[in-house]
């Protein structure tokens, strides 16, 4: 067993934390995000990943950053002298939100470990989950690489691959993806600890980045084919959700099915009756399964359109582009 200092923030990487805990690895120290405000309340809110850590007794740091030169550098020192106490063989890191300098990188005497949740060079960076199911991908998977100072461009150590299926939310896919990144770090961890670890070059070939989700993505177009607008829907739940104008009232649009036998105005209301609302798109049309009015919980079509009536004909505002 191993000295494994652990840096991540989401639910994401907690599973991972958790996975390494039980496979008996001492976990000397974890570095985490600082807290945020959460919830209607905006209460500060630690991440899950420094959760685990104090429910089972871990020391925690949350550096603003780990560059000694830059704007925190007082973080920076701290962290570095954590680390330095924590004497960890490896860094294992997961969805941490911070990039990590050279200090960082070689301090462990095997490096630093990183879970990236596609199937790397595809969809390098912080939203790989979201992009992949916006993309249409037919599947995805978990990367295990050596780090390096790149984003995301390390040897790669392990690779699974796992299908998307069709009706996919980014909740979901994310669930089957962190447990299998547990399973994945534990079983590198292991050949780690029986040699030297040996990494395979990413190609130069199909390098996509996954931006991070803007908010300002949500609106949708209905001027888009519903293909695209479906896979969106799915890529946004549960953030931030894909969003429509109407009547004057924001409504989020949470899950959809595809009607591509129907056709009209984009944006144009074809149904809205009988549990069902359809809606023309550029090509195609799609029935709004899930909606949710401001304020309110996620609703059957059924149980919005008797909280809406009047809706068949009209025409919904496109907000901008999807």
């Not at 050596?146 to 690779?159: I, K």
Request: glycine content about 10%; aromatic content about 4%; overall charge neutral.
């Amino acid at each position: 067993m191993m000295r494994v200092a652990f840096a991540g923030t989401p639910e994401f990487a907690a599973v991972a934390l958790r996975a390494i805990q039980a496979a008996g690895h001492t976990v000397p120290l974890v570095l985490s995000q600082p807290d945020r405000p959460s919830g209607r309340g905006m209460v500060l809110t630690a991440s899950p990943v420094k959760q685990q850590a104090l429910a089972t007794g871990v020391a925690v740091a949350q550096p603003r950053s780990l560059r000694l030169d830059g704007k925190f550098p007082d973080d920076a020192a701290s962290a570095l002298d954590a680390l330095h106490a924590a004497a960890p063989d490896v860094l294992v890191v997961a969805a941490y939100g911070l990039i990590l300098p050279a200090w960082v990188l070689t301090l462990p005497r095997l490096g630093c470990l990183n879970i990236h949740g596609s199937l790397l060079p595809r969809w390098r960076g912080a939203a790989p989950i979201h992009r992949a199911i916006e993309a249409g991908d037919a599947r995805t998977g978990i990367t295990i690489m050596q780090m390096d100072e790149g984003l995301d461009t390390g040897a790669m150590l392990d690779m699974r691959a796992v299908p998307i299926q069709a009706a996919d939310t980014t909740g979901a896919l994310h669930d089957r993806l962190a447990a299998l990144g547990g399973e994945m770090i534990v079983q590198t961890l292991s050949r780690a600890a029986a040699g030297p670890l040996t990494g395979v070059p990413q190609p130069a070939e199909g390098v996509t980045y996954a931006h991070k989700v803007d908010k300002a993505e949500a609106a949708i177009d209905w001027a888009a084919p519903a293909e695209v607008i479906e896979r969106r829907v799915r890529a946004f739940d549960p953030f931030p959700g894909t969003s429509f104008d109407c009547a004057g009232e924001t409504v989020k649009l949470w899950q959809a099915a595809l009607r591509p036998d129907l056709s009209g105005p984009p944006g144009q209301v074809l149904g809205a009756g009988g549990g069902r609302l359809t809606v023309a798109c550029g090509h195609g049309a799609l029935d709004l399964l899930q909606l949710q009015r401001p304020g309110g919980k996620r609703l059957p079509v059924a149980a919005f359109l008797q909280a809406r009536p009047g809706l068949q004909g009209i025409e919904l505002a496109r907000p901008g582009r999807i």
